[in-house]
């Protein structure tokens, strides 16, 4: 069965605070979209065709550029989306699940913060900035290149993303032109910290 681009969960004008209409449904309907396309055509008729992403983007590094690039695209965006709300924004509280995990992984909520804009403003040329669950539960923070992601086999610190940043310029640039520290700050108002808690639970059953 082929993949096929999932519906924002939200209107392209919800997350004004973090990013313009315009730039959503461009980025959605054109890039996510182009991604979903590309990855089924890859994988049309070798032996991914049936698999789930998370099995394709386990062998992506030996799949060749197409599975790769667009197995990550299609997988990276489909959890960007999800983990923003208009509503989102309110860090986790201390004594749930996810915030005590922070609390001990970072120090407090404002380290892990720092960490994850560094990891964001750093990550040189395209790419995205994560947090992860680790094999043993732990929580870190990571960037990768291009569309990787840390659930394939290429790459160094392997873990199950629970949040996600997207730092292409395509994500930001008509609203922030070079201004990348900006967007990474703006997107901590409208981060889904309780579909990010929800991904926490599922990752470290
Ligand atoms: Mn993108």
Redesign the pocket.
Known sequence: MAFKLPKLPYKSDALKKFIGKRTMEI?HGK??NGYTTKLNAAIKGTKLEKKKIEAILAVAGKSGAGVRNNGG?YYN?SLFWKVMSPSGGKAPAAKSKLGAAIDKDFGSFEKFQEAFTTAAKTQFGSGWAWLCVDKKGKLFVSSTPNQDNPLMDCVRKKGTPILGL?V?E??YYLKYQNRRPDYVSNFFKVINWKEVAKRFTAATK
């Open positions: 980025h890039h996510h695209g965006h997207d292409w395509h994500a």
